[in-house]
Every structure is written in C-alpha cells, then in structure tokens.
C-alpha cells in the first residue's frame, strides 16, 4: 500500500512537470480505494462516473455514444487519462452491431490523442491491440479519405528509433494490414 501511495505521489510530481504524457500507470495498476477517490473527484464528468458503475452490455445508445466522445480525448491529470481508457477498453469489448462501427472512429480518436500511452497499453494487452486493429481497419475500410499507409507512416515516424515500441507498432500495423485484406476478399 505504501509503494502504491509513493507510487501516485511520485506520478503526481511527474504530472506537474513536462513530460506528464510519459506516465504509464493504468486503472488495474491503481488500487480500489484510489480508484473511489477518483471517480469522486471534479475533474470526472458526470457522464462518465455514471458509465463506470454501468453493469448491462453497452449499446449505441446515447448515453453510450456520449461517453465514448468524452473518453476518446485522453487529457491530464493522469487519473483521468487511466479511467477513460479504462472505461474505453470496457466499450470496445463488449461493443457489437451499430456500436461497433461508432466505435471503430473513436480507437483512431483515442489513439491520436496519447499515442505513447495507448500504444504501452496494447504492447501489454495483445488481445485488446487487436481489438484496435480490427476497428482500425474498419474505419479505413469504410473512409475513403483516409489510408492505412499512411496511419502506418504516422505511427512508425511518432516511435522512430523507440526500441520499447517498435515490434508492437510493426505487429499493430500487420494487423491492421491483414483485416483489411481480409476485408477486401470476403
């Protein structure tokens, strides 16, 4: 508990500083009592403290498709940024039907938001990277004005020479290659 506690004191003097974007703590990093604490605090909308305690399986409604537009911008403090993917990731699993082509423009949303922090998330979650993928490919698929090239040369020139990332962001981007090619011939 007290590591925690070092841990999020630590982040918060990080979060004052520049570079508040390179930390890297996610929701199930932080524990419960923390989370409460976040989830009361003034800087979560309304909107989104409702969804977190949401229980039914998330539809396209309006409270949904609300939640998704607040969530998809990832902005300080880092409390704020491990909740909205948190609740993010919650949607995107469980969305499906209509739900599951509003979500696919919000993964590129939510990516180019914080793509240091998300790209971490799904170099850790490869079930939840492919997820992404799919979406991702989706959104491409159906938008003419936009090409997977040149997400691919978006993302690859944000991580060059970054080590940590670099088979993750190949391996994302081969994902997305072969959905689309999928896509192409079914």
Known sequence: MIFILNLIAAATIAFAQPGWETITIYWNDIEPEEQAGILRSSYVPANVKAYYGRTEKPSDDE????????????????????????IFVKILDGADGALSEAVDKYCLKILKSDPEYIMYYLNE??????????AIASEYYFDSKQTADDFRKW?????????????????????????????HHD
């Open 63 to 86: 409270a949904t498709l609300g939640v998704l537009e607040t969530v998809s911008e990832i902005t300080p403090p880092w409390q704020k940024r491990a909740l909205y993917l948190h």
């Open 155 to 183: 993302l690859t020139g944000k991580f060059a020479g970054n080590p940590d990332l670099g088979p993750t962001i190949e391996a994302f981007c081969d994902e997305i290659d072969f959905d689309l090619f999928r896509m």
């Open 125 to 134: 979650m490869p079930k939840v990277r492919k997820e992404f993928a799919s």
